[in-house]
């Protein structure tokens, strides 16, 4: 099975983050820790894989909402919004209470209820 974008970025960091290991023939576990030291070692600056998480499922309702606002709907649906995060947080593996709060940005949500999204 391909491996979406989401997937893919977290297997390359995954397996940079291994790679940078100590070699010493057993299996580690890889920790949050590991890869969040990983990340703020390769970009200089304090990040972590929340980050990228944040971004991406951000982007994501950007555009499913995009999509939606473009449908000859006369304005924005509370269960058109819902659907959208609904889509992002299967696709980052959350409930949909946990993905509103922490995983898309209110600017992406304010803008597709005030029709902006275009």
Not at 11 to 17: D, E, F, I
Request: proline share 3%; aromatic share 6%.
């Amino acid at each position: 099975m391909p491996l979406n974008s989401d997937q893919d970025f977290s297997l390359s960091v995954t397996v940079q983050a291994i790679e940078s290991h100590p070699t010493d023939g057993e299996i580690h576990n890889l920790t949050s820790e590991d890869v969040n030291n990983y990340l703020q070692a390769i970009a200089g600056e304090e990040f972590s894989a929340k980050d990228f998480r944040t971004w991406a499922g951000t982007i994501r309702a950007a555009q499913i909402l995009r999509r939606l606002e473009g449908r000859d709907q006369e304005e924005p649906t509370a269960s058109a919004l819902v659907a959208a995060i609904d889509e992002v947080a299967v696709a980052l593996g959350n409930t949909r209470a946990v993905c509103r709060k922490y995983y898309i940005h209110p600017a992406i949500v304010d803008a597709y209820l005030d029709g902006t999204t275009g």
